[in-house]
């Protein structure tokens, strides 16, 4: 059974940093790709980005909301991969998702960044 | 940006009747590469239609997908009380993007 756990979560003042993980088991992880979707309060979802497999390069696109603030990696000897979220603005805010080939998703871990 | 709209924004409708919710690209998503997904809160999303028009596995059949290029619909042919819920497209051809959303509720 392919699982997701989120952690790093949590209150964040205005323009710190964050960096969430997403420790994944049951699949081959390495081959995976990952990706990061979030949900603002009372808002639809929202793709963040997506890190590649192994034998893909582990290459990285994101959303042009989040270029150049967000970076996603991952440590395939961990079956981890990671959010590392910069310079937090207030629309950050938002329960932050992990999720393999949108058929697996974590229980979300929630960011609230504070002014 | 692929900018995806869906509508209606909701759609009241009563169990044993036919949605048709509706996902509309701002420009043609590729190789059909659009999927759809039903929310229910507190839940994650469950994946059920990718490709356009395949099922993802144990997705019953009263769920299908039609389209192609800039307009793809999903049709639940039969409502029943557990379908009410927040349907949403994404396309994953040109970056990724998801539509703001259709809330299925019971009228």
């Known amino acids: 059974e392919v699982q997701l756990v989120e952690s790093g979560g949590g209150l964040v003042k205005l323009g710190g940093s964050l960096r969430l993980s997403c420790v994944a088991s049951?699949?081959?992880?390495?081959?995976?790709?990952m990706s990061w979707v979030r949900q603002a309060p009372g808002k639809g979802l929202e793709w963040v980005g997506r890190?590649?497999?192994?034998?893909?390069?582990?290459?990285?696109e994101y959303a042009e909301p989040v270029k150049g603030r967000f970076t996603i990696s991952r440590d395939d000897s961990k079956n981890t991969v990671y959010l590392q979220i910069n310079s937090l603005e207030t629309e950050d805010t938002a329960v932050y998702y992990c999720t393999t080939r949108g058929i697996f998703w974590g229980q979300g871990t929630l960011v609230t960044v504070s002014s | 940006e692929i900018v995806l709209t869906q509508s209606p924004g909701t759609l009241s409708l009563s169990p044993g009747e036919r949605a048709t919710l509706s996902c509309r690209a701002s420009?043609?998503?590729?190789?059909?590469?659009l999927a759809w997904y039903q929310r229910k809160p507190g839940q994650a999303p469950r994946l059920l239609i990718y490709?356009?028009?395949n099922r993802a596995t144990g997705i019953p059949d009263r769920f299908s997908g039609s389209g192609f290029g800039t307009d793809f619909t999903l049709t639940i042919s039969r409502l029943e009380p557990e379908d009410f819920a927040v349907y949403y497209c994404?396309?994953?051809?040109?970056?990724?993007?998801f539509g703001q959303g259709t809330k299925v509720e019971i009228k």
């Open positions: 420009q043609s998503v590729g190789n059909g590469q």
């Open positions: 049951g699949l081959t992880f390495s081959d995976a790709y």
């Open positions: 994404h396309q994953y051809a040109t970056s990724q993007t």
């Open positions: 490709g356009a028009s």
């Open positions: 890190i590649r497999g192994k034998g893909d390069g582990q290459t990285t």
